[in-house]
């Protein structure tokens, strides 16, 4: 473990990586069209400009708090 592994380990609580990690591969799916946008406004606040991709985080257990 080097001094940043026990570090960020001793402070935050994060365990250190792997000395071998496995690589991974990422699949995202073809999004066609773009279909409706959200108006700039709405969009910088939602973070996305697609209401496709608009997933509000609800919390633990999926329910508005």
Do not use: R
Not at 8 to 26: D, F, H, W
């Amino acid at each position: 473990m080097d001094d940043m592994d026990k570090m960020m380990s001793e402070q935050y609580g994060i365990p250190p990586l792997p000395k071998n990690p496995v690589v991974a591969m990422a699949y995202v799916p073809y999004q066609g069209s773009t279909g409706n946008m959200y108006h700039p406004e709405k969009g910088l606040n939602a973070g996305t400009m697609f209401p496709v991709l608009d997933k509000p985080f609800l919390g633990c257990g999926g329910m508005k708090k």
